[in-house]
């Protein structure tokens, strides 16, 4: 073996690798677009200048804003608690895409744990939030449709893997066919089929065998029980997802019996949010 092929070549070479961080998350099109339409929308800017301040090389402190403006952009997570307090100070309106994990701060803005997995250009997949002093009433918000329109867009955003689907009879298995079958015990003998590289003049990829009339049969029941399984498996999902809610249910009951136990001053506190 060649040191190029070592752990420790591998470790030195990897030190001078490019690393991506969300700071380099650049925000598809679609997904943008679609989150600037729904701010609009919804806090009515219809007529307002929509800028953004964060693109590679530029400073947003000397962006030059005008009055009325309103930043929606994906500013880098790294510094979002400088940003944050820089708009804050300006009185800048905005509605930045924010990390959700440490999402909450102590600005005075509207946070939106929106829980989104956005794609971004270079790959990586971020579960996103916002920010926004758009919103004036409330400290903490969710929107659904604001999350049904980032899913969407997302989705949209990628590119579908585009594959022509051959149809073959089913006297005819390929590997990947049978790979369907996986979940249901089956097989077929050596003497009821035969093997074959083309169908129909036309080669099949990983090749393929040929059923007889009884093979051809047993691969029809094989599919049936297959598809009993996967549907138990469904309705076995379903019933452990309504147990899981169930469980939430009496969990936040828990939490709010919880309250009733916290020391007087944090009651009071409490008791003063209203």
Same mark, same amino acid.
């Not at 752990?7 to 700071?23: I, P, V």
């Given at each position: 073996?060649?040191?190029?092929?070592?752990?420790?070549?591998?470790?030195?070479?990897?030190?001078?690798?490019?690393?991506?961080?969300?700071?380099?998350?650049?925000?598809?099109?679609?997904?943008?677009?679609?989150?600037?339409?729904?701010?609009?929308?919804?806090?009515? =800017?219809?007529?307002?200048?929509?800028?953004?301040?964060?693109?590679?090389?530029?400073?947003?402190?000397?962006?030059?804003?005008?009055?009325?403006?309103?930043?929606?952009?994906?500013?880098?997570?790294?510094?979002?608690?400088?940003?944050?307090?820089?708009?804050?100070?300006?009185?800048?309106?905005?509605? =930045?895409?924010?990390?959700?994990?440490?999402?909450?701060? &102590?600005?005075?803005?509207?946070?939106?744990?929106?829980?989104?997995?956005?794609?971004?250009?270079?790959?990586?997949?971020?579960?996103?939030?916002?920010?926004?002093?758009?919103?004036?009433?409330?400290?903490?918000?969710?929107?659904?449709?604001?999350?049904?329109?980032?899913?969407?867009?997302?989705?949209?955003?990628?590119?579908?893997?585009?594959?022509?689907?051959?149809?073959?009879?089913?006297?005819?298995?390929?590997?990947?066919?049978?790979?369907?079958?996986?979940?249901?015990?089956?097989?077929?003998?050596?003497?009821?089929?035969?093997?074959?590289?083309?169908?129909?003049?036309?080669?099949?990829?990983?090749?393929?065998?040929?059923?007889?009339?009884?093979?051809?049969?047993?691969?029809?029941?094989?599919?049936?029980?297959?598809?009993?399984?996967?549907?138990?498996?469904?309705?076995?999902?379903?019933? &452990?997802?309504?147990?899981?809610?169930?469980?939430?249910? &009496?969990?936040?009951?828990?939490?709010?019996?919880?309250?009733?136990? =916290?020391?007087?001053?944090?009651?009071?506190?409490?008791?003063?949010?209203?």
């Amino acid at each position: 073996m060649s040191y190029e092929q070592t752990d420790e070549y591998g470790k030195f070479t990897d030190k001078f690798k490019t690393k991506l961080t969300t700071d380099d998350c650049y925000t598809p099109a679609p997904v943008y677009e679609a989150i600037k339409n729904w701010v609009v929308s919804h806090f009515g =800017l219809a007529g307002r200048r929509i800028v953004r301040p964060f693109y590679p090389g530029g400073d947003f402190e000397k962006f030059e804003y005008l009055p009325g403006d309103v930043v929606i952009d994906n500013p880098p997570f790294s510094i979002f608690g400088k940003i944050l307090e820089f708009f804050e100070s300006k009185e800048i309106d905005i509605f =930045l895409f924010g990390p959700q994990l440490t999402l909450f701060n &102590r600005f005075d803005f509207c946070y939106i744990p929106a829980d989104c997995t956005i794609t971004y250009e270079n790959g990586a997949k971020v579960n996103t939030g916002f920010v926004t002093n758009l919103e004036k009433g409330y400290r903490v918000r969710n929107w659904p449709d604001l999350c049904d329109a980032v899913k969407k867009a997302d989705k949209d955003a990628i590119p579908p893997k585009t594959r022509k689907r051959l149809a073959y009879p089913d006297c005819v298995v390929s590997s990947a066919l049978l790979g369907k079958l996986s979940g249901t015990a089956y097989g077929f003998t050596k003497e009821g089929c035969a093997f074959t590289w083309t169908v129909g003049g036309k080669k099949v990829f990983g090749a393929a065998f040929l059923l007889s009339s009884r093979n051809e049969a047993e691969r029809r029941e094989a599919e049936r029980r297959e598809a009993e399984r996967r549907e138990a498996e469904r309705r076995e999902a379903e019933r &452990r997802e309504a147990e899981r809610r169930e469980a939430e249910r &009496r969990e936040a009951g828990r939490r709010e019996a919880g309250r009733r136990e =916290l020391s007087g001053k944090e009651q009071e506190l409490l008791r003063n949010l209203g």
